[in-house]
């Protein structure tokens, strides 16, 4: 009994200073900013490796949705012969919503993932610790230009995802089912509002691209450095950065669209 | 060479990004450049403002002139007090127009539309409309109709 009461006070002990390791760590990424000489090519790269390919995915399942959409929307609306509103219901879905979310969610998926597994195969194969041990501080030279092409990225592939659904959507709303282009368009501009909606989706997708970027890069730097530990933290990164994606979304949802 | 590559494919990926939102501004949610247009205030009074928001548009013959502001409650009156700001360019309204709330479709959003009047005499900013319509509000219709009033 005192056993268990004793693991359940280690786990919570364990939580905590996990939080506390990752704040600590967080602080030393951003206080070592990368010098702009040395520091640009390498966030170039990550970028590359980040942003551009997880392009493919993001356009890809951002035609789908907005397609899905499109076609439930029509098939929901045309019963009270208001068809012409999907237009509006598909930009507001897409920008509010399923535009940063989905993406976070694939996201996580494809390059947090990836970096998880990068950064804690290059601490596993002691690449880490031999930087440091030539005065190459890891967390500048490896960590630094991930955390920040995570960052930079994710507002970016979350603007390419609405645009293409928004497209989607209306390849089969006005192209397939026949809604009238003009309404199609007037009923969305006059409904989607740029502060309102267009910079609070952006601003979500900003705050996501952190958190991804965040909990990728430190647990691939606090994993445990066998082989059995990288999957591990490579799955905990896909879970965490889902479950804090869809929570956050939650609160922000909350403090930008709710009236209280 | 493949430094330089790579810099350009995402030197395209960062305008792409800003492409897309620019899109997103300019089509999706119509933000046109002239935002700051010129407008003045006029204010009107209703009993039943019903389900009138602000942002709401305000139009004169199916053209929307302008967009409401604010709804208040007049504490004096207890009647409802709406702000709108119309576009400069409508300067004639006759003093006699009336502000009437109207729902555009049978469930859609309420806007208030502004039945011409005669009068030679056109609003000046600041001004208050003197007759109004408030909101139709169909249960208390059915129940004066039930009562037979």
Known sequence: MMDRIAGLGRLGLAIIASFGRSGQFLFGVLAGVPRPATGFPLLVKQLYAVGVLSLAIVVVSGLFIGMVLGLQGYTILSDYGSESAIGQMIALTLVRELGPVVTALLFAGRAGSALTAEIGLMKATEQLSSMEMMGVDPLRRVVAPRLWAGFLAMPVLAMIFSVVGIWGGMLV?????????????GNMQSSVDFVDDVLNGFIKSVVFGFVCAWIAVYQGYDCVPTSAGISSATTKTVVYSSLAVLGLDFVLTAVMFGDF | ????????????????????????????????????????????????????????????????????????????????????????????????????????GLLGEQYIDISIGGDLESLNAGDTFYSTQSAMNLERLISNFASGR
């Open chain 1, 173 to 185: 709303g006005v192209e397939w089912l026949g809604v009238f282009e003009g309404s199609f368009w």
């Open chain 2, 1 to 104: 060479m493949a430094q330089r590559s790579t810099e350009i494919i995402v030197g395209l990926f960062m305008i792409a990004g800003l492409a897309a939102l620019m899109f997103l501004a300019l089509q999706v949610s119509g933000l046109s450049p002239k935002s700051a247009e010129q407008t003045y205030t006029l204010y009107a009074n209703f009993n039943d403002t019903g389900g009138l928001t602000p942002r709401g548009k305000v139009s004169m013959a199916g053209v929307t002139v302008g967009t409401i502001e604010s709804i208040t409650l007049d504490r004096d009156t207890f009647q409802a007090r709406v702000t709108m700001s119309i576009h400069a360019e409508v300067d004639n309204i006759p003093a006699d127009s009336a502000a009437v709330i109207r729902t555009s």
